[in-house]
C-alpha cells in the first residue's frame, strides 16, 4: 500500500523471513516475562512502580549522585573521566589506551558505545577492537546494526549467521546453534588473551559505593576484564542508583522484564581494580561518564525516559516493531524506547526522526511492561506535539491536518450539518473519495454505514 | 497504575450526562441506544448535551495539541455542571480524564479540564464502580471473543466488564492469544501508517476468530470499527458488537426489556 512514512514503508517490504524471526522472538521473550513475574510476584506492578520511583528519584537529583559516585569510585581506586558528549568519550578511550599501551580492545556490550560509534572511532585510529558479546561480534562481522538493544541480531537467523562465520574463515558452514557458539568461543578466546584492554558498559553504579553493576550470559564482560590489564567501564550519567540496596530490586526486574530469566547467568559488582592480594583482574579501573545530550533530555518534558534500564521489554512487547524490526526506526535505539529517546539525543536533528513517535498506535503495552513504568505513550504524545510546534515536516506526513476538524468540533451547529450532508457517503464508494486518509483506509478496510444523527433523532422522538 | 489513572471520587449520581461519542454519532447509532436502554433500566437519568461534537482525540494523538485543545474547551463549555459524565468508550473516556490534563499542562484553564475529568466514567466502569452493579441480569447464549481495547489499560473498565459479561447466563467467553496486543486503530495512525495498521489488525481479527465465536465483543467504537473494516473486507462476517448492545441484549432475552 501507498505510504508517506519510513518505517511504515519499511514494514511492508521488510523480508517475510526476518520479519518472523522478529515477531516469533519477540512474541516468547514476552511471553516468558510474562510468565515468570506472574510466578514469582504477586504484584508485580507494584514493584515497577517503586523503581519508577528510585529511578526518578535519582534523576531529579543526579548531580548529587554523580558527585557521590566520583568520590566512591576514586576511593576504589577507580578513574573517573567526563565526556559531554560522544565524540569527547571516544577521544578519552583512545587517551587511556595510548597512555597503557594498549593496542587491542575486547570489548562487551554497551548501547552507550554504539551512540558513540566507539569501534569504528578506535580503528580509524589504529587500534584492534573486537566485540565480545555473541551478537554484537556477529553484528561486527557482519557490518551490521544492531536491531535490538538486547538481541541485536533479532533479524538474523542461524543460515545467514553460518554463512557469515563460513566467509570469515571461522570453518566450513554450519548453522547448528551450538556448533556456532562453540566457533566464536574458541575464536574469542584468543583475543581476550591476546587483548590488553578489557571496555565494559555498566547496567548500573551504585553511587554509594561506587560498585559497577554488570551483568551478562555469556561471561565475556568477566573475560574482557579478568584477562585484562586495564578495564575502561563506558557509562550513561543516567545509570546510578542510589544505595547498593536499591540494585535489590532492579536486578530482580531486568532480568525478569528483558530475558524472562529470573537472573542473567552472570552478574559482576566491580569495586575497582584488583586488590593487592588478588591474584588477576585489571591494574587500572577507568570509568567514562558520557552525557551525549542526557542533561538536554533531563531538562525537556521527556525526563521520564532517562529511567531506562535498557531491558528491551518494550520492544518485545510493541506490535509495531514485532511488524519494522529495528533497523525500521534508523537509530541507536528502536522500537519504544527509541521513539522518545533517538529524537531527543539527535538534538538538532530532531525533524529527522520527527517521524519516530508518529510510529505507534499508542496502545501502551510498553508502558504496562516497563519495569520503572515509564510512561511512553505520553513520551511519544509530547514529543508529537513538539513536532508539530516546530514544524518538523516528517513527522506530519500522512496526518490528515486537523485545523478544520477542530473548527467543525467547536461549533456544535456545523457539526449538526455535517452529519447530516455525512448521508451522502453512503452514496458514494470510498474508493472514490478523493481524500489521502479515505485513500489509505479504504485500501485494506471497509466504512460502516453512516448513521449521522440518527441517535439523536431517536433520543428525542423515544417515549 | 500504569499509562492511566482512574480519578478517584468521581461522584455516581443517577443523573447524568451521556457523551455520544463521534464514532457512535456518525456510524454507531446503536450503540449510543443500548446505552441509553441500559442505562435508564438501572433507573439513571439521562441528560444529552445537544452541542456536543467529539472529545478531541483525533488531533491529541495527531500531534496537533493545539486543535485538540480548542475541541476540549468547546467539550467542557457542552458538559456544564457537576453531574457525573458517562462515556461508551474506553479511549474517549481516557482522552477527558488522562489525555486532556495532559494537554493542558501549562494552560491556565487546566482546573476545568481537571475538574471534568474528575467526574468523567467510562459506562461499565460507572455501572459496576459508580453504581456498584456487580451482576448482570439476563441471557445471552453466544461464543464471544472479548478484545479488551488498549484505553482500558491500567483502569477499574477492564475487569468491570470481564465481571459483568461473565456474569450474564448462557455466555462463553473464549480464550485469546495475544490478547493484550492492539487490534492496530490508533486513530490518525491507522491512515499515517497504513501497512502496520493493516498487518496489526489482520492479525488481531485472526486471533478473536481464531476460536469461531458468535461476536467479536469490545467497549471501543474505534477498535471495532478497524477490525470490522478489516473483516468486511474478507469473507468472513462475524458481527461486532459493543458491551453495552451485549449488556441489552441480555436483558430483551430475558424478557427483561421491551424487544
Ligand atoms: S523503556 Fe522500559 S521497557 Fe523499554 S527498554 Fe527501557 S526499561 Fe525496558
Known amino acids: 500500500m501507498n505510504t508517506s512514512q519510513e518505517i511504515d514503508a519499511y514494514a511492508r517490504d521488510i523480508k517475510k523471513d526476518i520479519r518472523n524471526a522478529v515477531y516469533d522472538g519477540c512474541k516468547k521473550t514476552s511471553e516468558k516475562r510474562y510468565s515468570v513475574l506472574a510466578s514469582d510476584f504477586k504484584d508485580a506492578d507494584a514493584l515497577r512502580e517503586m523503581a519508577g520511583k528510585i529511578k526518578q528519584h535519582t534523576l531529579e537529583h543526579l548531580d548529587d549522585y554523580l558527585q557521590k559516585a566520583e568520590a566512591n569510585l576514586q576511593k576504589n581506586g577507580a578513574h573517573v573521566h567526563w565526556a559531554m558528549t560522544g565524540e569527547k568519550a571516544n577521544e578519552i578511550i583512545a587517551d587511556i589506551m595510548r597512555q597503557h599501551n594498549c593496542k587491542r580492545m575486547v570489548k562487551a556490550k554497551s548501547m552507550v558505545s554504539e551512540e558513540t560509534h566507539l569501534v569504528s572511532y578506535l580503528e580509524k585510529q589504529g587500534f584492534e577492537c573486537v566485540e565480545t558479546d555473541l551478537g554484537e561480534f556477529i553484528v561486527q562481522i557482519d557490518g551490521d546494526h544492531p536491531s535490538h538493544i538486547v538481541k541485536p541480531i533479532v533479524h538474523k537467523n542461524r543460515r545467514d549467521i553460518a554463512k557469515s562465520f563460513e566467509r570469515e574463515g571461522l570453518g566450513d558452514y554450519n548453522d547448528d546453534p551450538t556448533t556456532i557458539t562453540r566457533r566464536a568461543r574458541v575464536y574469542l578466546r584468543n583475543k581476550y588473551i591476546e587483548a590488553d584492554v578489557g571496555l565494559t558498559g555498566a547496567n548500573f553504579v551504585s553511587a554509594e559505593s561506587g560498585r559497577i553493576v554488570l551483568i551478562t550470559n555469556e561471561g565475556n564482560a568477566r573475560f574482557c576484564m579478568a584477562a585484562n590489564r586495564v578495564h575502561i567501564a563506558i557509562v550513561g550519567i543516567e545509570k546510578l542508583v542510589p544505595r547498593d540496596r536499591d540494585l535489590a530490586i532492579f536486578l530482580n526486574l531486568l532480568a525478569r522484564s528483558g530475558t524472562g530469566q529470573q537472573l542473567t547467568v552472570y552478574t559482576q559488582f566491580i569495586g575497582g581494580p584488583k586488590a593487592s592480594s588478588q591474584p588477576s583482574g585489571p591494574e587500572h579501573t577507568h570509568v567514562i561518564f558520557v552525557d551525549n545530550r542526557r542533561s538536554e533530555v533531563l531538562a525537556s518534558e521527556c525526563k521520564e525516559i532517562l529511567r531506562c534500564i535498557r531491558c528491551g521489554a518494550c520492544l518485545n512487547v510493541c506490535p509495531v516493531y514485532r511488524q519494522t524490526s529495528g533497523h525500521a526506526y534508523r537509530s541507536i535505539y528502536p522500537g519504544p524506547v527509541g521513539a522518545v529517546l533517538s529524537p531527543l539525543l539527535a538534538g538538532e536533528k530532531f525533524p529527522e526522526l520527527s517521524d519516530l513517535p508518529k510510529a505507534s498506535s499508542l496502545c501502551g503495552a510498553c508502558n504496562e511492561v516497563c519495569p520503572v513504568n515509564i510512561p511512553i505513550p505520553d513520551l511519544l504524545l509530547r514529543l508529537r506535539d513538539k513536532a508539530k510546534r516546530e514544524g518538523a515536516k516528517k513527522g506530519m506526513k500522512g496526518t490528515p491536518p486537523m485545523g478544520l476538524w477542530a473548527t467543525l468540533a467547536s461549533q456544535p451547529g456545523m457539526w449538526q450539518a455535517g452529519l447530516a450532508a455525512g448521508h451522502t457517503m453512503n452514496y458514494i464508494p470510498t474508493e472514490m473519495i478523493p481524500h489521502p486518509a479515505a485513500q489509505a483506509w479504504q485500501a485494506s478496510r471497509k466504512l460502516p454505514k453512516f448513521q449521522g444523527g440518527e441517535f439523536r433523532k431517536w433520543f428525542k422522538n423515544r417515549n | ?259
Open chain 2, 1 to 259: 497504575m500504569s499509562l492511566l489513572h482512574t480519578p478517584k471520587n468521581r461522584p455516581a449520581t443517577k443523573s447524568v450526562q451521556l457523551m455520544t461519542t463521534c464514532l457512535c454519532d456518525a456510524f454507531f447509532a446503536d450503540v449510543a441506544r443500548a446505552t441509553v436502554e441500559i442505562l435508564e433500566y438501572l433507573g439513571v437519568d439521562i441528560e444529552l448535551p445537544d452541542g456536543q461534537t467529539c472529545c478531541g482525540q483525533p488531533a491529541f494523538n495527531g500531534g496537533d495539541w493545539n486543535a485538540s485543545r480548542k475541541v476540549v474547551r468547546h467539550v467542557i463549555k457542552t458538559f456544564k455542571g457537576s453531574k457525573p459524565v458517562v462515556i461508551p468508550s474506553g479511549s474517549c473516556a481516557a482522552m477527558i480524564y488522562h489525555g486532556a490534563p495532559l494537554a493542558f499542562e501549562k494552560e491556565t484553564d487546566l482546573p476545568a479540564v481537571n475538574a471534568l475529568a474528575g467526574r468523567s466514567w467510562e459506562l461499565v466502569d460507572y455501572i459496576v464502580n459508580g453504581l456498584g452493579v456487580k451482576q448482570w441480569e439476563g441471557t445471552f447464549k453466544a461464543k464471544i471473543a472479548f478484545h479488551s481495547s488498549c484505553h482500558l489499560r491500567g483502569s477499574e473498565s477492564s475487569k468491570a466488564i470481564r465481571q459483568l459479561l461473565n456474569s450474564i447466563n448462557g455466555i462463553e467467553i473464549v480464550p485469546l492469544d495475544e490478547a493484550e496486543q492492539c487490534c492496530g486503530f490508533g486513530g490518525t495512525f491507522s491512515v499515517s501508517f497504513p501497512n502496520v495498521s493493516t498487518s496489526m489488525g489482520t492479525l488481531k481479527v485472526e486471533k478473536l476468530l481464531e476460536n469461531h465465536p458468535d461476536y467479536i465483543v469490545s467497549a471501543d467504537m474505534g477498535c471495532v470499527l478497524h477490525l470490522g473494516g478489516i473483516i468486511d473486507k474478507s469473507n468472513n462476517n462475524t458481527p461486532r458488537l459493543h458491551v453495552a448492545q451485549v449488556l441489552r441484549d441480555a436483558l430483551k432475552n430475558a424478557g427483561k426489556l421491551k424487544k
